[in-house]
């Protein structure tokens, strides 16, 4: 991986801007979960939530500071604002999700996999187990469980995601292996669960997801064993992506130079129909499009 180096940065860095906001939203449901401060009411959060919340986001954004991880003072002095009151933003958005569903908060980044055995079983009988950690898992009024993993970024990762292809083509399994986590620990299989992201301001603080039913485990299951055969055939082909004009080097290992990826693409291009392959690749569906845009570039 290439070495951080932090104090190069004029102003605070996506990811450590993305851990600011997890640390303080940790902080804040644990407290809600410990009776520290209440939970929601009827009414959703209330302004002892958005004082509380508020204070979290204080205590991390000093820690972070003294960490060297905020950049330029006269940018972290903006920036900071801009965090906090997306936050703040977000719990009043949060707040009219909780009241209409009569949610309590059951966990905050509760973590699994080490001795409770989560997994997710396929559909030839072995079991594919589990180890992570769940941004926030709530119970509705009415038993379901809701599952959801903030993201700090934007929306274009889940537009397709939905209950008929909750893994968006065998890429994204997140949600379906917390909905497992919290099964284990505060219902069982049978238990419906909501899953989601809660995006912050760049996301619109939109909430995509599903509903993880019966068939929806059993999509994920395929989807699953589809990966799992793939890992087992042990070809793992570089898949860069699309050469053209990037603000940043999105995977350092096809793109090291930070040069472009054209000569990795060329190589996944020949690679990707080999009939070895043609299981999880084969030739692509827009093969027509990629050769007109081509052209088009040129």
Not at 54 to 82: I, L
Request: aromatic share 8%; proline share 5%.
């Amino acid at each position: 991986d290439p070495i951080e180096e932090p104090g190069d940065e004029i102003s605070i860095t996506g990811r450590d801007r993305g851990s600011a906001h997890h640390s303080a939203l940790d902080l804040f449901h644990r407290a809600v979960v410990e009776g520290t401060v209440p939970q929601p009411t009827h009414t959703g959060w209330t302004a002892e939530h958005r004082v509380a919340l508020g204070a979290a986001f204080d205590e991390v954004s000093e820690r972070t500071q003294r960490r060297g991880r905020t950049g330029r003072p006269a940018f972290w002095a903006d920036e900071r604002g801009r965090m906090k009151a997306d936050l703040l933003t977000w719990l009043e958005r949060d707040s009219a999700i909780v009241r209409e569903r009569c949610s309590t908060v059951l966990a905050s980044e509760m973590r699994f996999g080490r001795d409770d055995g989560v997994a997710i079983r396929l559909p030839d009988g072995r079991s594919v187990q589990l180890q992570g950690s769940v941004d926030r898992v709530d119970r509705m009024r009415d038993g379901t469980l809701v599952v959801t993993d903030h993201k700090t970024g934007g929306s274009g990762s889940f537009t397709d995601l939905s209950a008929d292809d909750p893994t968006r083509t065998g890429t994204l399994f997140q949600l379906p292996s917390y909905a497992a986590a919290a099964r284990s620990r505060f219902g069982n299989d049978d238990t419906i669960v909501l899953a989601e992201y809660g995006l912050m301001r760049k996301g619109n603080y939109a909430r995509p997801g599903y509903l993880i039913t019966p068939e929806v485990d059993e999509r994920v299951r395929v989807a699953l064993a589809s990966v799992v055969a793939g890992i087992e055939t042990g070809y793992f082909p570089n898949r860069p992506v699309r050469p053209g004009y990037h603000f940043f080097v999105s995977c350092e290992y096809c793109e090291p130079d930070g040069l472009g990826t054209a000569e990795r693409w060329g190589e996944w291009e020949r690679k990707h129909r080999d009939p070895r392959l043609s299981q999880w690749f084969g030739a692509p569906a827009d093969e027509v499009d990629d050769t007109a845009e081509t052209d088009g570039d040129a």
